[in-house]
Every structure is written in C-alpha cells, then in structure tokens.
C-alpha cells in the first residue's frame, strides 16, 4: 500500500531497498554514516547495514568521487553525497573527465554504475555555496545522466532507477522539498528515468519546470485559473536527457512554452529547451519561448534570496507576456 512520506524519508527508503536487494551498492559521503547526513537522508542506514556499506568518507569530494570510480571499475554500484551543490567542483575534474567518459574510451567495456547525490537549490537560507543551481554544467557533459525529482514519490523512483542504471547519474535533489510530502507506493510500476509528466493539463500555455520549480508552476496554475487562463504544468524530471518528445506534444496543443528552473537563464538548460523547441514547434508556436530563473550573479546572503529566486509573481509575468502577444 502507498505510504505518505517527505521526500527525505523517500529517498532513505530507496537507499535501504537498494542496500537491502543488492550487496555491491555502497553509500559514501561526509557524514552520511553516524550523522545521517546534514539533511538526515541516510539517517539510520550505516546503523543497519555497517560502516562497510554505509562509509563516511573525509572532506575531499575529488577523492569521494575517485574512489567511486575505482569502486565501480570493481563491479560495486556506489551512491555518493556531494554535502551542497557548491563543494561539488572540487569534485568537477573527475566526474566530467574520468566518470562520463570511461563508458567511451574502453569502448563500451567498461561500465560506471555511480550515483552522485547533490542537495541543489535556494529557499533554506543558507549561506554562500550552499543554495547553487549547477545541472546546467553536468548536462553539457556527454556521459551523464542528470535528472531531478520534483516530489516523494519520483524521488523514490528515480533513484532505484538511478541506483540500476550502468551509467553514471548526478542526482538533484531539491533540499527546499525535502520535507514535502507525497504518496509513495514501493510496489508502483514507476515512470521511465526520462520520460516527463504532465502533473496538471491545460489548454492555453504549458509551463515546464523540474526539481524545486515544479510546485512554484502548480502554483502559478492555481492563481492564473483564478483569471480564467488555462495552464499545463509538466514536471520535466530529466534535463539530460530531455524528454522533447513530451514538450513538444505539450506545445502543440497550447502553443505557448514559459520554462521556469532555479538556475541562472543565461546559459541555463532554459535556453537549450527554448531552442530545440523553436526547431520542432515553429509552425505551432503563437509567442517566443521564454524563460523564468535566477539572475546571473553570484548567489546573495540569506537575506536577499527571495529577491533572486523565481517566485510567483516573475511566473506570472511571463504567462501575461507570453499570452499577450
């Protein structure tokens, strides 16, 4: 029976089923074993399992994701925490030249079953390094998987999925939800890893959003059918690859696109979405793609962070310009 749970405890449940089912998967990061992890997601898991399994490693995510590698290379299929989205750079060299590229420069022989969990986004108050939005980076990198669950259930799903995939995945997780709750059924027949989902149809303008903006879009949907406008929210839960399929079909029938994501708009997976989908819906289309994000600046203190983030009245903004043209 589905069970209702935040989106941390989902993710807890999926790590220990992983655990459980297969002896070679490994979780490692800073503090993941006797603290559970600053966000207490691996809470209890190195208390079950042993600190075998459940490793904490040093402060050092190039050596975090180097043993990763070396681990996999073994047969093991490792799940590795980068603490914040801002310490994962020390980790960057690794991951884009010797993680994504391994599959190819054996020519297939070698397989990287590593799952890099990251904690991304604003809206907790966090200080510098803490709050970054950096998918945009590991999607330009060919070899990656990178996706982001927007709720409970997806964030269960996506990582046992993510956990069986022989290819490496970085795994957003929007720490701003993790404590939103949803419905999870651990006998569902999930959703494939990139297939996106329309979490609310509507007929006047499609709004595509993943991770932490995916809730912001309901919400816009909400107060814009209040004016009697029509929105379709689709839940993305994979930027590489994109699911252009699923958008495409969307825009068809509304004709309008506002893509809504964290991340800074300039250079942001936004413009990548807006492109492809200028290429395939130009005769569709009845207004420019447009885009909701952060500024491109470096990310504020605490007490500026409502001011960057996309919120409710910058989505609407963009409904109205998109509609009126």
């Given at each position: 029976?589905?069970?209702?749970m935040?989106?941390?405890?989902?993710?807890?449940?999926?790590?220990?089923?992983?655990?459980?089912?297969?002896?070679?998967?490994l979780?490692?990061?800073?503090?993941?074993?006797?603290?559970?992890?600053?966000?207490?997601?691996?809470?209890g898991?190195?208390?079950?399992?042993g600190?075998?399994?459940?490793?904490?490693?040093?402060?050092?995510?190039?050596?975090?994701?180097?043993?990763?590698?070396?681990?996999?290379l073994?047969?093991?299929?490792?799940?590795?925490?980068?603490?914040?989205?801002?310490?994962?750079?020390?980790?960057?060299?690794?991951?884009v030249t010797?993680?994504?590229?391994?599959?190819?420069?054996?020519?297939?022989?070698?397989?990287m079953?590593?799952?890099?969990?990251?904690?991304?986004?604003?809206?907790?108050?966090?200080?510098e390094?803490?709050s970054?939005?950096p998918?945009?980076?590991?999607?330009?990198?060919?070899g990656?998987?990178?996706?982001?669950?927007?709720?409970?259930?997806?964030?269960?799903?996506?990582?046992?999925?993510?956990?069986?995939?022989?290819?490496?995945?970085?795994?957003?997780?929007p720490?701003?939800r993790?404590w939103?709750?949803?419905?999870?059924?651990?006998?569902?027949?999930?959703?494939?890893?990139h297939?996106?989902?329309?979490?609310?149809?509507g007929?006047?303008?499609?709004?595509?959003?993943?991770?932490?903006m995916?809730?912001?879009?309901?919400?816009?949907?909400?107060a814009?059918a209040?004016?009697?406008?029509?929105l379709?929210?689709l839940?993305?839960?994979?930027?590489?690859?994109?699911?252009?399929?699923?958008?495409?079909?969307?825009?068809?029938?509304?004709?309008?696109?506002?893509?809504v994501?964290?991340a800074?708009?300039?250079?942001g997976?936004?413009?990548e979405?807006?492109?492809r989908?200028?290429?395939?819906?130009?005769?569709?289309?009845e207004?420019?793609?447009?885009?909701?994000?952060?500024?491109?600046?470096?990310?504020?203190?605490?007490?500026?962070?409502?001011?960057?983030?996309?919120?409710?009245?910058r989505?609407?903004?963009?409904?109205?310009?998109?509609?009126a043209?």
């Amino acid at each position: 029976m589905a069970e209702k749970m935040a989106m941390a405890k989902a993710i807890n449940e999926s790590l220990r089923r992983a655990l459980e089912e297969d002896p070679k998967v490994l979780v490692m990061g800073e503090d993941v074993g006797k603290l559970g992890g600053v966000f207490r997601v691996t809470d209890g898991l190195q208390k079950d399992f042993g600190e075998s399994r459940v490793i904490d490693t040093p402060l050092a995510e190039s050596g975090i994701v180097g043993t990763a590698i070396g681990l996999a290379l073994r047969g093991y299929r490792p799940v590795v925490e980068i603490q914040f989205d801002g310490f994962v750079f020390p980790a960057y060299d690794q991951i884009v030249t010797q993680l994504a590229k391994m599959h190819a420069r054996s020519l297939g022989k070698v397989k990287m079953p590593v799952v890099v969990r990251i904690p991304y986004g604003g809206g907790i108050g966090a200080v510098e390094h803490h709050s970054e939005s950096p998918e945009a980076l590991f999607a330009h990198v060919a070899g990656l998987k990178v996706v982001s669950p927007s709720n409970a259930s997806d964030a269960y799903w996506m990582m046992q999925q993510a956990i069986q995939s022989d290819d490496p995945v970085i795994y957003f997780e929007p720490k701003r939800r993790y404590w939103d709750k949803a419905e999870v059924d651990a006998e569902a027949i999930p959703a494939p890893l990139h297939k996106a989902q329309v979490v609310r149809a509507g007929t006047d303008l499609t709004l595509a959003a993943y991770g932490p903006m995916v809730k912001l879009c309901q919400e816009a949907a909400d107060a814009a059918a209040e004016e009697g406008k029509s929105l379709e929210v689709l839940d993305l839960r994979s930027v590489s690859p994109l699911d252009f399929d699923a958008i495409q079909a969307s825009v068809e029938k509304t004709r309008h696109l506002v893509v809504v994501h964290e991340a800074p708009v300039f250079f942001g997976s936004g413009g990548e979405i807006a492109a492809r989908i200028t290429e395939r819906c130009f005769y569709h289309l009845e207004a420019p793609v447009l885009r909701v994000g952060g500024y491109h600046a470096p990310y504020p203190p605490a007490r500026l962070e409502e001011e960057y983030l996309p919120d409710l009245d910058r989505v609407l903004d963009a409904v109205d310009r998109s509609l009126a043209f």
